[in-house]
């Protein structure tokens, strides 16, 4: 099993910046891919971005994607979620995931471990 911490979240005005970071321990050995989901209040949980073991290629949510960047270090076992220009509908919990099967990365069914979430809000 992986464990999984987040930091990073809090108040951000709309069109500012916000990174949040996720570091893993445990069975880190066992970790394809890692990945960013969030939800808010009362919705079903939904993806943002994911990266692959390698890094070469990232994977974003339309709603997303040109304004959010995922980076990974293999070596100190983290990822991190830049968050450029965010609005107010950005607003959410953001929790951090990892995955062990080499497909799928976009979905949320197949993501092993969880974080416990950061609370991100965007004021406009």
């Known amino acids: 099993q992986v464990q999984l911490v987040e930091s990073g979240g809090g108040l951000v005005q709309a069109g500012g910046s916000l990174r949040l970071s996720c570091a893993a321990s445990?069975?880190?050995?066992?970790?394809?891919?890692m990945g960013w989901f969030r939800q808010a209040p009362g919705k079903e949980r939904e993806f943002v971005a994911a990266?692959?073991?390698?890094?070469?290629?990232?994977y974003y949510a339309d709603s997303v994607k040109g304004r959010f960047t995922i980076s990974r270090d293999n070596a100190k076992n983290t990822v991190d979620l830049q968050m450029n220009s965010p609005k107010s509908e950005d607003t959410d919990v953001y929790y951090c995931?990892?995955?062990?099967?080499?497909?799928?990365?976009?979905?949320?069914?197949?993501?092993?471990?969880w974080g416990q979430g950061t609370q991100v809000t965007v004021s406009s």
């Open positions: 990266i692959p073991r390698g890094g070469t290629n990232t």
């Open positions: 995931a990892t995955r062990r099967a080499p497909f799928g990365l976009t979905t949320i069914w197949g993501y092993d471990d």
């Open positions: 445990g069975r880190t050995f066992s970790i394809y891919a």
